[in-house]
């Protein structure tokens, strides 16, 4: 009982600053409306929805839903990167934006 609450704890205390940093990239999105929010925000909604995924699969493949080669060896793999790639782009974009407007 006791190693199913760590457990718990665990998982929630992993989710925590990746819902910090999609609430700042939504509130960002929402006050700005650019693309580089945009992306931000894509990129953080996907790493979170992989993360879940990732929570789930242990009872997926315990439930023989899922091969583990196939689903977690290269799908979510490349989509998490395709989330991170638009999160960095979106990232670097807002960087060089302000510091565009700080040397004008």
């Known amino acids: 009982m006791i190693s199913i609450i760590i457990e718990i704890i665990g998982k929630i ?5 990746e819902l910090i ?3 700042a ?3 960002y999105l929402v006050n700005n409306e650019s693309i580089d929010g945009l992306l931000m925000t894509i990129g953080s909604a996907i790493s979170i929805l992989i993360m879940i995924f990732y929570s789930l699969l242990p009872l997926l493949f ?16 490349f989509i998490s990167f395709v989330g991170h790639i638009c999160f960095a782009i979106g ?10 407007k700080k040397s004008h």
Not at 63 to 75: A, E, K, S, V
């Open 13 to 17: 205390i992993y989710f925590i600053p």
């Open 21 to 23: 940093v999609l609430g």
């Open 91 to 100: 990232l670097f974009m807002l960087i060089k934006k302000n510091v565009k």
């Open 25 to 27: 990239v939504v509130y």
């Open 62 to 77: 315990e439930y023989n839903f899922f091969d583990y080669n196939q689903i977690g060896g290269l799908i979510l793999k």
